[in-house]
């Protein structure tokens, strides 16, 4: 067998040598394995040899094959994928996918679960992750949104906080209502968002069948560095469909990874799903035109028209989930010329929050990786670190050079903004913490708004603390009175005292 080897080896050369190689075993340094099956041992009752290389190397590997799951959206499932281009949007910006009517520009999606562990069921309620990596030929754009237009929080300065309280218990290592609802009962902003995640949307029935929303407005820049604020939509055209309590019960007692299983099912038999590429886009006065903070994560721009930019289908599951899923590295700090981050404080902190936690993650070199690369070349003195696959030639790692000229782009300078006024920390103006809250109950049918208070009562009727129980329950009631008041029933709530603290607005 070895004699074959080699001599393909030398006659073929590398590239068919490796792929003949994968017909006999290797250790890591290529070298062929006599035995898969059998240690090496001193005789035949004898000890293990600590020289049988091959096992030694086979139990190292094997204790390091985990890293560090991600600190939140743990569990996850993606796909490849194309953007086709609706229309051109270069009046407005000057970013790649957007520059030509039906450019196509590939892209990597990762759908995923928040709070819960990597191997956790997908049925439980949370909202969930909706990360596009667009491979663009201005290099990598990655819009990390979820399946939920709005946020809980609008400062990244809470957000350890919140997901602290969120996760399991440092005690009893369990997710507990108790806790997270004594952090929300600080937090009237989140009204909205909690009345989202315990509606149905909470439990969707399938990726393919959710919308995803980038949250947060962004910036689009054009060519003569005017600024639009925009807000992203994906809109499934397989139509939106969520799991009630009692189906997602059902779903978990017989296939609790049935999100990844519809998504892959789906698309080895040919049923690639689409998505359209909505935006709302805004000129920097309007943002003032509103009773709320247009650049506020809470927020939805309702009102504001909804234009079709493109269409996104996802038509392969990755080879590997390892080497693809686990080891994406979404951020938002993965900005091309022509879309810059807003000023919305919540956003300005996870463009910092994403490729840190990925150095950790993943290490230094994590944007070499397949999954990672972008597709156009890397030209930069970012060096060395764990795990450096280059193939550097030059004695120049520095720039200026007049050895080795690199030059800049100044077209693609960011954008100027003026300021005024003084560095503060102060909350943000209009608040507004609890009218859409309000106005999405009251677009919610009937049946849907006893499920969500069916739901939230599961939660909320946990907590044992009464102060907690009732200032959530104000905000509800402030949301909308009928809501409050069937919330309240619901966990046998006083009605008078939860009435008195939405008038005292605690
Ligand atoms: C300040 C607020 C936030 C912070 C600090 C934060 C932080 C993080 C961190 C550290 C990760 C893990 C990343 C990794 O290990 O690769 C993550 C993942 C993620 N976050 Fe956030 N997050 C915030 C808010 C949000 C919001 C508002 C959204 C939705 C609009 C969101 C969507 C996601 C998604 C989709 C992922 C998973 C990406 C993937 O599939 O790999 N996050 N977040």
Redo the contacts with the bound molecule.
Sequence with gaps: MNIIRFSILATLGISIAVSSHASVLTRDNGAPVGDNQNSRTAGSNGSVLLEDVHLIQKLQRFARERIPE????AR?TGAHGVFKAYRDFSDLTIAAPFSTKSKETPVFV?F?TVIHSKGSPETLRDPR???TKFYTDQGNWDL???NLPV?F?RD?IK?PDMVHSLKPSPITNTQDPNRFFDFFSHEPGATHMLTWVYSDYGTPASYRKMDG????AYKWINKMGQITYVKFHWKSKQGVENLDLDQATEVQGKDFNHLTNDLYNAINNGQHPQWDLYVKTLTPSQLSDFDYNALD?TKMWLGVKEVKAGTMTLNKVPNNFFQATEQ???APSNTIPGIEPSEDR?LQ??VF??AD??LH?LGANHQSLPINRPRVSVLNYNKDGQLNMGNTMSDVDYQPSVTAPVSEAPEYKYSRVKLKGTTQQLAISKPMNFAQAGALFRSFSEQQQRNLVRNLAADLGKVKNDQVKHRMLSYFYRADKSFGQQITSAVNGDLDRVQSLAKQGS
């Design positions: 991600r600190v939140v959206h996850g990762r995923s992750g909706f990360a990390v949104g979820n946020f929080i990244a957000f929303w980038g949250v947060h994560a994406a590295a979404f919540l902190g996870r929050s994403y936690t990925q993650r």
